[in-house]
């Protein structure tokens, strides 16, 4: 069974920066697709940014040039979120597909505010 945990959250003023960490465990045989979401009060859960089993990223156009997807390990991903804004205030949800399901973490919740 798989298992994703996230990590890294916290309160953090505008400007600043938080790096969370996603873990997959489980029996997880090859790399595979992970993304970071989030859900701010009151809103849809939107993407966040992507990383592919082959490398690419992807973006949302209001975290481009400020956060950074990459891969720790092979089930390990991290967001890097500098220069953070009030409005990225959310939970933060980490997102794996594997074998053709998908897998979602309990969420860490990033607050910016002075």
């Known amino acids: 069974q798989v298992q994703l945990v996230e990590s890294g959250g916290g309160l953090v003023q505008p400007g600043g920066s938080l790096r969370l960490s996603c873990a997959a465990s489980?029996?997880?045989?090859?790399?595979?697709?992970m993304g970071w979401y989030r859900q701010a009060p009151g809103k849809e859960r939107d993407v966040v940014a992507l990383?592919?089993?082959?490398?690419?990223t992807n973006y949302a156009d209001s975290v481009k040039d400020r956060f950074t997807i990459s891969r720790a390990d092979a089930n390990t991903v991290i967001l890097q979120m500098n220069s953070l804004k009030l409005e990225d205030t959310a939970v933060y949800y980490c997102?794996?597909?594997?074998?053709?399901?998908?897998?979602w973490g309990k969420g860490t919740l990033v607050t910016v505010s002075s």
């Open positions: 489980g029996s997880i045989l090859t790399i595979n697709t």
């Open positions: 990383l592919t089993d082959g490398g690419s």
């Open positions: 997102r794996m597909w594997y074998l053709g399901m998908d897998y």
